[in-house]
């Protein structure tokens, strides 16, 4: 995790002190990247403590394609609430809107239909058309984002297969460095290890690109804690190798090996 602690210690001192929607401030740097290679290890960070069943949790919710945060919660994930409290315009009490796995499992097209960008991004992989630039999934929806919680930080993703290996590149519009990106960089390294297994191809490199990257106000000080800590070496993911559809994992397929890591360090997180 050696990028994302030298990225972490760039924005803390070099970055433009500025507003931002929450209230709480920040400082930020815009147009960063990191790479991930599979091979190293998966990419938990070991300087504090990376709640990783709420990583699986999440993602197999959006996996599901629901917008409702019940599903989550029942996983003892508890991260969506307060931007469901928080919204609104919720139709329903756990009601998320049509946000990260609607968009993936459930795009509306404009004459009505849905697209399973998921399924379709994995039937691209196992076709003869495996060599595609358009393997893309997209969270980002224009036409929806009122009907969301919370419009899409992570908003995109990309696959490609290149020498037996599967490449996943995600973008990220807004990446809080403390709290949010570690959570990413694991969920994000976790699908691409899950879509890799069920295709039939190693689990190659995790590029993770950022738009606006930052530290709330709030969060120097934990910063400051973590980045004096060393880092331990990279634990192990390990999947059922018995799963071979995307819709079939479960919590207890997804397990993290030797993961040894620093307390946890307690952190508001802005809404």
Known sequence: MKQYL??????????????????????????????????????????????????????????EG???????????????DANVENWEDREFETDAGRIYGVQWRHWKTSNGKEVDQIKKAINKINSDDWHSRQNIVVAFNPGELDQMALPPCHYSFQLRVSNGSLDLLMTQRSADMFLGVPFNIASYSLLLHMIAQITGYRPGTFVHSLGDTHIYLNHIEQVEEQLDRPPYPRPELKLNPAI???????????ELKNYKHHPHIKAPMAV
């Open 6 to 63: 030298e990225l972490l210690e760039e924005v803390l001192e070099e970055g433009d002190e500025g507003p931002d929607r929450t209230g709480v401030g920040t400082k930020s740097l815009f147009g960063k990247q990191m790479k991930f290679d599979m091979e190293d290890g998966f990419p938990a960070v070991t300087t504090k403590e990376l709640k990783f069943k709420k990583v699986k949790a999440e993602l197999l919710w959006f996996l």
């Open 66 to 80: 629901t917008r409702d945060i019940k599903s989550l919660q029942e996983k003892g994930c508890h991260i969506w």
């Open 244 to 254: 071979k559809d995307i819709d079939n994992f479960t919590m207890d397929d997804i």
